[in-house]
């Protein structure tokens, strides 16, 4: 191969080493929960990127740019109380133009409250402990295995 020889590219992009690792936005209200699920994201190989939902909801993130810039393949994203308004704010974040169609793993402390409020979901309830770290990577990996 000469110099002017492009360099070979894998024919998989989801194997080999020319893929480069997974972007996963995280969003949460805790700054303590998003470096938990961050250390457990980029443990198992994944770029994350974070947000914190509060600087979202006042303007502080513009959640459009930060989504355009990233790019995440899946987003990660926690509903806290109050359960309604918050799940109606995700509602009109999951219908943004540049989020429209991405997956999201949707994260709680309470899915029976989260539940009993706007119907059956499929988040998952995290409360900090290594096993509820390893659904929320396991369902990113399910969201991918999607794409």
């Known amino acids: 191969m000469d110099e002017t020889s492009p360099a070979p590219v894998d024919p998989d992009p989801k194997a080999g080493p ?3 690792k997974p972007i996963i936005a995280v969003f949460n209200s805790s700054s303590d929960t998003v470096e938990l699920l961050r250390t ?3 443990g198992q190989g994944f770029h994350t990127v974070v947000g914190h939902i509060p600087e979202v909801k006042s303007g502080e ?3 459009v740019a930060f989504i ?15 359960y309604d308004a918050n ?4 509602r009109l974040v999951q219908n943004l133009e540049p989020v429209r169609g991405r997956p999201f793993v949707i994260t709680t402390t309470n899915k029976p409250a989260l539940d009993k409020l706007v119907g059956e ?7 900090g402990k290594p096993y509820d770290l390893d659904q929320v990577v396991e369902a990113v990996r399910a969201a991918l295995a999607r794409i």
């Open 40 to 42: 457990a994201l980029e």
């Open 18 to 20: 020319t893929m480069s």
């Open 121 to 127: 979901t499929e988040a998952l309830e995290i409360i």
């Open 68 to 82: 355009e810039h990233h790019a995440p393949a899946v987003i990660v994203y926690d509903i806290s109380p109050p």
């Open 61 to 63: 993130l513009d959640l």
């Open 87 to 90: 799940w109606t704010f995700l």
